[in-house]
Nanobody
């Protein structure tokens, strides 16, 4: 059974940093593209960042230059380093896995975690 467990969320002041982690089990991580998405109250889930099995990365324009996605296949872990956080980054952040290549569309991902709350105060 595939399971994705996010951690590392919390409350931080604007300009601060957080590092989200996603622990994957029940799959061979090296075969999957991994993504981070977020959903704010009253809004649709949106793409944040993704990393392929070759470690190529893509980012949403809103986080480019501030967020960094990485992966450690040996540990079955994916990370999202978030710097220079803004109040508009406040959302529940989800880790997702997709067999093969990465994508920016949430509907194309096969597995999802339960999410971790990130709150950025102004």
């Amino acid at each position: 059974q595939v399971q994705l467990d996010e951690s590392g969320g919390g409350l931080v002041q604007a300009g601060g940093s957080l590092r989200l982690s996603c622990a994957a089990s029940g799959l061979t991580l090296s075969r999957y593209g991994m993504g981070w998405f977020r959903q704010a109250p009253g809004k649709e889930r949106e793409f944040v960042a993704a990393i392929s099995w070759t470690t190529s990365t893509i980012y949403a324009d809103s986080v480019k230059g501030r967020f960094t996605i990485s992966r450690d296949n040996a540990k079955n872990m994916v990370y999202l380093q978030m710097n220079s956080l803004k109040p508009e980054d406040t959302a529940v952040y989800y880790c997702a896995a997709r067999m093969g290549s990465t994508h920016t569309l949430a509907g194309l991902y096969d597995y999802w975690g339960q999410g971790t709350q990130v709150t950025v105060s102004s």
